[in-house]
Structure formats: structure tokens, C-alpha cells
């Protein structure tokens, strides 16, 4: 068998177990080359439930979070270590 016909054979067909997944959003005070509705935490969960929906996976009960007032660069946030 060529190499080039291995690189351009089809994948075999995979089941993967079914995945649950969490939703983590961010308010982007940063992006200033995004619109407004770009940035916003509501634009960023339609995005990742439309992504959920398409793979099929599962959102797990009470794994959305959302941080609408927080800035990642900010160093007193409740999860900065310290």
C-alpha cells in the first residue's frame, strides 16, 4: 500500500462512550475586536449548547457557570491562589 493512500484512507467508524460536559463562561471585557453580543456570556452558551447538540453529548446538571464581572486578568478573583 502507498503512503499517500493511507494518509487519504477513511477512518474507521469509532463509538465513544457518551460525554458529559460543563459549560464555563466568561464575561470578555478584553476582545475589543468582538462585537458586544461576541463577548457576552448569553453568545458564549448558545455556542457551546449549539457544540453540545452537534456531538452529541450531554450537559451535566448544574455544570454551567458563568462569570459576567470578572476580567481574567485580575488577580483578586476568588480562584487566584494566594
Known amino acids: 500500500m502507498k503512503a499517500a493512500s493511507l494518509l487519504t484512507a477513511p477512518a474507521p467508524a469509532i463509538r465513544l462512550p457518551a460525554m458529559r460536559c460543563a459549560i464555563y463562561a466568561r464575561k470578555s471585557t478584553d476582545d475589543s475586536d468582538k462585537t458586544h453580543d461576541a463577548r457576552s456570556t448569553t453568545h458564549q452558551r448558545e455556542q457551546c449548547l449549539a457544540l453540545i447538540e452537534r456531538q452529541g453529548w450531554t450537559l451535566a446538571e448544574g455544570h454551567e457557570y458563568v ?8 488577580s483578586t478573583g476568588p480562584a487566584c491562589c494566594g
Open 67 to 74: 462569570d459576567e464581572a470578572r476580567a481574567g486578568r485580575s
